[in-house]
């Protein structure tokens, strides 16, 4: 995790950088609802519809997604580590790469 938020990647971008910590702290099997993700959690509207909420952790799920994909494209080809936030869900995913180095 280190790595990743200190990557040129993910400078800037706190908020991702925050919801990955919390995704990793809460365990690879912990299955995430929006009000788990959405930073906007604490000023949800009165009227209870959620929407915003929702939509509020789309975005930052979206953006995360997006951010990993950069790193390991370019600064993370070879840390050993990947994570990934499936697009179907909000179950994180810590796998090892392979890594072989090509003669």
Known sequence: MRRIAVS???AGWQRCCALL???IRNGC???YQADDVAPTSHSR??????FGMDLAAAVQLARL???LSDYYAVEGQQNPLRIRVPDDGYQVSIEIADLAVSA
Request: zero cysteines; hydrophobic letters at 10%; charged letters at 30%.
């Open 8 to 10: 040129r990647t993910f």
């Open 65 to 67: 997604r997006n951010r």
């Open 21 to 23: 910590d919390q995704l």
């Open 29 to 31: 099997n912990h299955k």
């Open 45 to 50: 509207s009165q009227s209870g519809s959620g």
